[in-house]
């Protein structure tokens, strides 16, 4: 199994930045992703950004791209999620997942370990 936890979540005024970042532990597969979701109150979980472990390709929601940038490092044990020009509608619990096979998307449904998740929110 895999044991995710997140961290680095907290509040911040609209066009700030936030780093998240999420350890990772216990079995490594040999092809897998990870990502970020988040859910708001009130609204369905969303895919915000991921990662492919093979080769390092990334995805990104359109509500994020330029702003948001996804990494590992080196060890490949640590996901970080860096959040830039932060909007009051990015304010949402952030969870970090990691899939066990190597097909990757933004999809809820590829993903099988989750983490607790770190809020985030964001004041105008």
């Known amino acids: 199994a895999v044991r995710l936890v997140e961290s680095g979540g907290g509040s911040v005024q609209a066009g700030g930045s936030l780093r998240l970042s999420c350890a990772a532990s216990?079995?490594?597969?040999?092809?897998?992703?990870m990502g970020w979701f988040r859910q708001a109150p009130g609204k369905e979980r969303e895919g915000v950004a991921g990662?492919?472990?093979?080769?390092?390709?990334?995805y990104y929601a359109d509500s994020v791209k330029g702003r948001f940038g996804v990494s590992q490092d080196n060890a490949k044990s640590t996901l970080n999620l860096t959040m830039n020009s932060l909007r009051p509608e990015d304010t949402a619990m952030y969870y970090c997942?990691?899939?066990?096979?190597?097909?990757?998307?933004?999809?809820?449904?590829?993903?099988?370990?989750w983490g607790q998740g770190t809020p985030v929110t964001v004041s105008s």
């Open positions: 997942a990691e899939t066990a096979e190597g097909t990757c998307g933004l999809q809820s449904f590829y993903y099988k370990y």
């Open positions: 216990g079995y490594t597969y040999s092809s897998y992703c």
């Open positions: 990662i492919y472990s093979g080769g390092g390709s990334t």
